[in-house]
């Protein structure tokens, strides 16, 4: 067996473990009301297992790296499954600090989520191109990742928090934005089945097209295409005429795999509601009763205040350094740089408005949820819609 099987294979048992911890640790708090002694033991089973999926992640993350010769953080695949990583890493660590294993029902499904996602972009080693070939690829992206995971546990403890405090029964703003959060994640599902539907179906659309540069590029849909690239041109017989030509700065193959996942998720939340006849967070809020509210807003700040210099150091600081080697400038607008500037000067004032406002409880919580849809909206839609020099995948 080669290297790379052995780093797939165990990002693989990694992944089972966490869909197992999840499972464990949510069964432990169904029988809180019950037989103490077995639910404590349900509880420490699940972190356990948590732990071992977290040490076959970092072995796959590990062994992927000696196979590549470099961080494997280069595309969509390589940094997202590493973000799950951190996540996790993130959320035990919070754990045996705090004890408080509510966190992993939602730290663990993100990771596998993370995993889930990643998944579905090309998983091939490729040689890394020349502007990538440098040590700052590890120090910026990593530290980076790591930022963005250690402040994504403030929006797991936010989401806890308001999981408990948000009545799912009474018709409220809060409830509708919460529930839609939810349907969020259910979206990303509907991304994992559109492109393994489209993929198992062997769906292809070849299209010419002219780039940002003026210069004629072709392109290769893997489903049906509902935007077309900059004056292109269809070249495959039999399949679907794109609905509406893009500007050439737009990514329109990947605006078109955003909106096949809201449509797939649509269905699937739908689906969801018509089966079960329960908003997302009403089945949920049974999970969180016994939560200690005043610990997990102590946690999502705790957070902030770790992961905000650790974000500022690698998305900034060591951004603005590789920027000035590979590019000969420090900071150049690209989408990429405003966004991660737009990230860093919203934890800023979470934490100004935290001290110097008072902001604690609900509204802390809600906006570790914006500040984390701020790194997701990054992730996803400004690496693969809009066109730049940080555009992977």
Known sequence: MSLIDISSNLLLIAFFAYILGTVLIAGSIKRNDG???RAEKWGKAGIVVAVVGFIAQLGYFITRWIYAGHAPVSNMFEFTTAFGMFLVGAFLLIYFIYRVK???????????????YATMFPTDVTPLVPSLQSHWLTLHVVTAAIGQAILAISAVAGLVYLLKEVDPKQKSKERFWLEAILYLCVVIIGFVVVTLTFRTMGYEAEFTYVDKNGMEAEIVYNMPALFGMNEYELKTDGVMEP?????????AK????????????????????FIVRKRICELLNPLVKKVNTNLVDEIGYRSVLIGFPVFTL???????????????????WDPKEVWALITWLFYAAYLHLRLSKGWEGRKSAWLALIGFAIIIFNLV?????????????
């Open 381 to 393: 839609f400004v690496n693969l819609v809009i066109a730049g020099l940080h555009s992977y995948a």
């Open 314 to 332: 690698g998305a900034l600081v060591f951004a603005m350094i590789w920027a000035q080697e590979a590019w000969g400038r420090f900071w150049g």
């Open 35 to 37: 037989a103490a002694s």
């Open 102 to 116: 509510t966190l992993g029902l939602v730290a663990l499904p993100i990771a596998i989520l993370f995993i889930s």
């Open 243 to 251: 609905l509406v030509e893009l500007p050439p700065y737009i990514n």
């Open 254 to 273: 990947k605006l078109t795999t955003v909106v096949w996942s809201f449509i797939a998720g649509t269905i699937l939340y739908l689906l969801y509601r």
